[in-house]
């Protein structure tokens, strides 16, 4: 058992060496609130991390009515009891004294504290008034990586078959829309192939841009275990700060922002060119290998070196360790990370820009599916065009066409990117802003309603992790004041609404959280088993059929038709498709001369509203702050501690100097940190520079994924203020995963 009272200063834990071939040994994390012991705790109630995506079981310690502490569950397949350091002390949150417990409604300009019923009713008159008015397009729903899945369920039937809207999408689309539109692009529908225990198995493990030291603590945990172990796999990085995942590997190419496509097409030059291809499996399995390899044809590494800056004998070293593995993990055993504990959920619930058991818009079979389920014709869902993603969704707001905004339990004037755009959108006085969330956070400070929500430990329902591992999270406590579940309040809404089916009977027939999760069983026809991996037997979802996505055009992201899909694929293999590399919108130049880049710490979650209310975490990193590297520093007189100023084209932020081993050219900002804890509120002072890293990021999406680009910004840093003589917090290194 490690109940370590530190676990900020090593995050990870004793070692536990393992070998390939053999279970993970169990290790139970533990960790209690001051004053209690074990003895003291009057019963432990099942749950599973919430404030990152690896899914780690543990129990809630509950003494007279409060949460006191938390341990992990050693039986468990993901995590064997082990916690991370946001697992450990994050849940100290769901007792702050500033949780809101009662609604807040605006008046004369004022958030004022109200009741249910006045709250509920302003809401549902809004939704009636611009329905009758405007129609269901003027209506939109901005949600989280937070919920359960039976809330994000009644979420997604309620906006799509209950007002008819389009516009539902989720925060998801800004840490892992990527990674499922390549599985959908690759194997025609969503969902992680590989499995958590393909690190027991694996001989080579490839991470791209993924920091699993920070982002995913107890999954590190795993790899460093087998690194340990008598047959270490060997470990390629591709990430351009000298993180502990760096440290470790074999081979650690550090690109230039922008640059992976380049990168990735000479590693596939390199493997083709060597003959290191299983050319009857890929004949037997796979379509486009040969238009592939046309493309990648003159991706010399000497070509990728010229633009990626990383020496083409680095990059010929990564290809052969790629090359010659027997057991990949991030290739035969394939793992896409999302960056949020729910993030499955929104994709699979249809609350993240998908219809829900990841049905095909384009497809008229499926669309009539998903009506039977929920008894409704099929022109009431909404599928004349691809759902509205999130960037699209605020630009709708913006130009005045969605007029009612309601956001859930995510917190966008801080998390989005042009921070000072998206404040001026929530700010319009013409939209009608729900905020439904724990804290008064930022943006809940711009509502014209706000709902106080129960969060985990407060209520019960499911949630899937990154390896599609479904855990329980039971109630253990009463959420304070008025504070209600989300899908109480969303059940609320749809019964106000009084949203019908064909029948004239109510849409929404369930009423709870298991009568939720039997009715999305009925949606989704899971496999009751549970499947560890999959396609281990061949592709299975990339038949025309079948397929959630046609697919899209990589340059312009243009849906492709279904016969232009049923042509290119009409035995439904998996699709291997040709990108070609295209220079970022904005690079470095005279006036911004660094390429900006954003990310996570191991300390904190999203936009800090419960990481920063645990002590220990907020302690190990209170504020923001920008790594350069040495060289760059010296090159302009700047030393650890100063205080600078990161200036991009669209704004500022302040913050002390760190220098690392960052590429050279480079800036990073980890993008946690906003204004609430501040006398400012939610704003930069004055509207000058911010510390929000999301006042300098650009407004601009990949075509295909319409994920936001945190990380192809034009920078400048200057020196605002010399080191001040105290010493600073112990902050730690911040991932470069979003």
């Not at 070509?303 to 593995?325: Q, Y």
């Not at 990589?554 to 492709?560: H, L, N």
Request: hydrophobic share 35%; proline share 6%.
């Amino acid at each position: 058992m490690d109940t370590s009272a530190d676990r900020i200063a090593d995050p990870w834990g004793a070692r536990t060496p393992y070998d390939s071939g053999t279970p993970w040994p169990s290790r139970t994390d533990t960790h209690l609130g001051a004053g209690t012991a074990e003895q003291d705790v009057e019963r432990w109630v099942q749950s599973a991390s919430l404030l990152h995506s690896n899914g780690d079981a543990m129990d809630i310690a509950v003494r007279e009515g409060r949460i006191v502490g938390v341990r992990g569950r050693a039986a468990d397949r993901v995590n064997r009891g082990r916690l991370g350091p946001k697992d450990l002390y994050g849940w100290q949150a769901n007792a702050s004294a500033d949780r809101l417990t009662r609604p807040l409604v605006r008046e004369q300009g004022r958030l004022v504290e109200s009741d249910w019923d006045t709250a509920m009713g302003r809401i549902t008159a809004r939704t009636r008034h611009l329905l009758d008015d405007k129609g269901p397009g003027s209506i939109g729903f901005y949600t989280t990586g937070l919920l359960f899945l039976e809330e994000y369920y009644t979420l997604a039937a309620l906006a799509r078959a209950g007002i008819d809207t389009n516009h539902l999408d989720g925060n998801t689309r800004l840490c892992t829309a990527t990674a499922a539109e390549a599985l959908k692009e690759t194997f025609g529908c969503d969902g992680q192939p590989g499995s958590y225990e393909d690190i027991d198995h694996a001989d080579t493990v490839a991470l791209f841009g993924h920091n699993m030291a920070e982002t995913q603590t107890v999954l590190w945990m795993r790899l460093l275990d087998r690194l340990e172990g008598g047959d270490p796999p060997r470990l390629v990085c591709v990430d351009p700060r000298y993180t502990h995942v760096a440290r470790r590997a074999d081979v650690h190419l550090a690109p230039r922002a922008g640059t992976n496509v380049a990168l990735l097409n000479a590693l596939l030059h390199e493997i083709i060119r060597t003959g290191r291809v299983d050319r009857a499996y890929v004949d037997a399995h796979t379509v486009g290998f040969e238009e592939l390899a046309a493309a990648v044809e003159e991706c010399t590494p000497r070509w990728a070196a010229g633009i990626c800056d990383v020496p083409a004998a680095r990059i010929e070293r990564a290809a052969e360790i790629l090359g010659t593995a027997e057991r990949l993990l991030s290739g035969r055993g394939l793992l896409q990370m999302n960056g949020q504990p729910s993030a499955q959920n929104t994709r699979e619930c249809g609350a993240d820009g998908d219809l829900p058991g990841f049905r095909n818009w384009q497809n008229d079979g499926h669309v009539a599916e998903l009506a039977a389920v929920w008894n409704v014709n099929p022109e009431t869902i909404p599928h004349y065009a691809p759902p509205t993603h999130a960037m699209q969704i605020f630009r709708y707001a913006e130009q005045g066409s969605v007029r009612m905004l309601w956001i859930t339990g995510t917190n966008p004037t801080v998390s989005l990117p042009e921070l000072s755009r998206i404040r001026s959108v929530l700010a319009q006085e013409r939209l009608f802003v729900v905020a439904q969330d724990l804290f008064l956070t930022e943006t809940a400070q711009l509502a014209d309603v706000v709902l106080p929500a129960a969060t985990w430990g407060e209520k019960t329902g499911t949630l899937t992790n990154a390896d599609r591992t479904v855990h329980l999270s039971e109630k253990a406590v009463e959420p304070p004041g008025e504070a209600r579940a989300d899908l109480d309040v969303l059940l609320d809404f749809a019964a106000r609404m009084d949203f019908r089916d064909k029948d004239d009977g109510p849409l929404i027939t369930w009423h709870d959280p298991e009568s939720a999760f039997a009715a999305w069983q009925r949606c989704s026809a899971q496999a009751p088993d549970g499947t560890a991996r999959l396609y281990t037997d061949g592709i299975a979802y990339a038949h025309p059929d079948t397929c959630e996505s046609y697919g899209k055009d990589m340059v312009t992201g243009a849906s492709v038709e279904p016969v232009e899909y049923r042509s290119l694929n009409p035995d439904g293999k998996a699709v291997i498709k040709a990108a070609e590399y295209l220079p970022p919108h904005e690079d470095a130049s005279a006036d911004f001369p660094l390429q900006l880049i954003t990310g996570r710490t191991v300390y904190h979650f999203h936009t800090r509203t419960k990481t920063a209310r645990a002590p220990e975490l907020n302690a190990a990193a209170p504020d923001v702050w920008a790594e350069i590297s040495p060289a760059e520093a010296s090159a302009q007189g700047l030393a650890d501690g100063d205080l600078v100023q990161v200036t991009t084209p669209r704004g500022s932020v302040r913050a002390r100097l760190r220098t690392t081993a960052i590429r050279d050219g480079m800036v990073f900002l980890p993008f946690h940190y906003g204004y609430w804890d501040t006398p400012a509120g939610h704003r930069p002072p004055d509207d000058g520079p911010g510390r929000a890293a999301n006042e300098t990021t650009v407004t601009d999406w990949d075509p295909v994924s319409t994920q936001p680009l945190f990380k192809t910004g034009a920078a400048r840093v200057t020196l605002v203020a010399r080191r001040a003589s105290e010493p600073g917090a112990r902050t730690g290194t911040a991932g470069s995963s979003t």
